[in-house]
């Protein structure tokens, strides 16, 4: 069993930067996939970053890629989203998911093996 908690939301200026953690329990985070999740008001929730066991690859979507960093310490079982130059369409609940394959945590849905319950995002303009 692996519990998610993130962290590090909030409200901030378009243009500005936060930084999410997600912290996992348990011994075995380095055997699983990590990714960020976002579901904005009205919408379906969509992928965001993600990130192999060791670090080694990662994704990104389109609309964050040059903007966001996903890394993680596997010594601290924490995964890390960096955000800059947030703009209002990135206000969102943000959500840490974890599964041992890398295709599901990109793709998400229903495969997931667990998810953080969310931290909540707000960029005004």
């Known amino acids: 069993q692996v519990q998610l908690v993130e962290s590090g939301g909030g409200l901030v200026q378009a243009g500005g930067s936060l930084r999410l953690s997600c912290a996992a329990s348990?011994?075995?985070?380095?055997?699983?996939?990590m990714g960020w999740f976002r579901q904005a008001p009205g919408k379906e929730r969509e992928s965001v970053a993600a990130?192999?066991?060791?670090?080694?690859?990662?994704f990104y979507t389109d609309s964050v890629k040059g903007r966001f960093t996903i890394s993680r310490d596997n010594a601290k079982n924490t995964v890390y989203l960096q955000m800059n130059s947030l703009r209002p369409e990135d206000t969102a609940v943000y959500y840490c998911?974890?599964?041992?394959?890398?295709?599901?945590?990109?793709?998400?849905?229903?495969?997931?093996?667990?998810w953080g319950k969310g931290t909540l995002v707000t960029v005004s303009s």
């Open positions: 990130i192999t066991r060791t670090g080694g690859s990662t």
């Open positions: 998911a974890a599964d041992r394959s890398f295709n599901i945590v990109v793709a998400g849905g229903g495969g997931v093996d667990y």
């Open positions: 348990g011994r075995t985070f380095s055997s699983y996939n």
